[in-house]
């Protein structure tokens, strides 16, 4: 993995999913923080990375931002 993404925002609201996804982070060593909502997710805001799901009327995507340093 990429050792500039060490630090990673998951915002999920299916629990057993975004435990998945933290574990196998962590698992690379990255220090993962979670949050439930977007508006839990503001006190995060300076992660490199933020993984979120987007859900539109006709399609549904999940996306992941990385905070260029």
């Known amino acids: 993995m990429n050792r500039a993404f060490k630090?990673?925002?998951?915002?999920e609201?299916?629990?057993?999913?975004?435990?998945v996804v933290a574990r196998n982070l962590e698992a690379r060593g990255c220090e993962v923080e979670e949050a439930?909502?977007?508006r839990l997710a503001f006190q995060f805001?300076?992660?490199?990375?933020?993984v979120r799901q987007r859900r539109f009327q006709r399609w549904r995507?999940?996306?992941i931002r990385t905070n260029d340093r």
């Open 7 to 11: 630090r990673v925002l998951i915002i």
């Open 13 to 19: 609201d299916e629990a057993p999913f975004r435990r």
């Open 36 to 38: 439930l909502t977007a």
């Open 45 to 50: 805001l300076d992660r490199d990375v933020l």
């Open 61 to 63: 995507s999940s996306s």
